[in-house]
């Protein structure tokens, strides 16, 4: 079983649509939590990140954290064309040691 | 603007042939690292260095190396490159803790013929 889980998609939705991605795992001693956007042709980039259970909020993005059930998601509103990337969740411990586990990552189709 | 930067974007190569992919980072970063990525296996990690002249090998080490003479330069070697090692690579730096996330660079595009 892969520490990671990630639906590979692809997902497609209208533009103005809320979309949801969400990944599983398996290593309780995960704290920290990572979405990471990828456009094509380019290395990902960190999107947002956030320590433990709750949620946090940054613009039309929303990341959610359920420790209790290992569930992470992120939440867009308002989708639009640019959105359209694949996005990876990532997480890793709380030592300086550790190092940040990545899902396989969610094709998302915005459609004008 | 701070930058992870790969010598090549595509690179085609010939199978047994040595390759070398170059990673520079501009931003004092002391943690470094190879994946590669592909379709349906996200990214994997090949070998990663927290400071100069050391290295750590990560999950799929086998057929490569690397080599880190100086704090911003970081290269992973195909030591005789094979068609399964066709792929996208990705060089990453990092600063402290994992929570300071990744810097990664645009990748290289390997095909191995």
């Known amino acids: 079983q892969k520490e990671v889980e990630q639906d590979p998609g692809p997902l497609s939705v209208p533009e103005g649509a809320i979309v949801s991605l969400n990944c599983t795992y398996s290593?309780?001693?995960?704290?920290?939590f990572m979405w990471y956007r990828q456009y094509s042709r380019k290395g990902p980039e960190l999107l947002m990140y956030t320590y433990s259970s709750g949620n946090k909020e940054d613009g039309r993005f929303t990341a959610q954290v359920d420790k209790s059930s290992k569930y992470i998601s992120l939440f867009i509103r308002d989708s639009q064309p640019s959105d359209s990337a694949t996005y990876l969740c990532?997480?890793?411990?709380?030592?300086?040691?550790?190092?940040?586990?990545f899902g396989s990552g969610t094709r998302l189709s915005i459609r004008p | 603007d701070v930058k992870v930067t790969q010598s090549s974007r595509y690179l085609v190569k010939r199978t047994g042939e040595k390759v070398f992919l170059e990673c520079v980072q501009d931003?004092?970063?002391?943690?470094m690292f190879w994946y590669r990525q592909d379709p349906g296996l996200g990214l994997r990690l090949i070998y990663f260095s927290y400071d100069v002249k050391m290295k750590e090998k990560g999950d799929i080490p086998e057929g490569y190396s690397v080599s880190r003479e100086k704090k911003e330069r970081f290269s992973l070697i195909l030591e005789s490159a094979s068609t399964n090692q066709t792929s996208m690579y990705l060089c990453?730096?990092?600063?402290?803790?994992?929570?300071?996330?990744?810097?990664f660079g645009s990748g290289t595009r390997l095909t191995v013929v």
């Open positions: 931003m004092d970063h002391e943690n």
């Open positions: 990532a997480m890793s411990g709380y030592s300086s040691a550790s190092k940040i586990i």
């Open positions: 290593n309780s001693a995960f704290q920290y």
């Open positions: 990453a730096s990092s600063f402290g803790q994992s929570i300071n996330g990744y810097t």
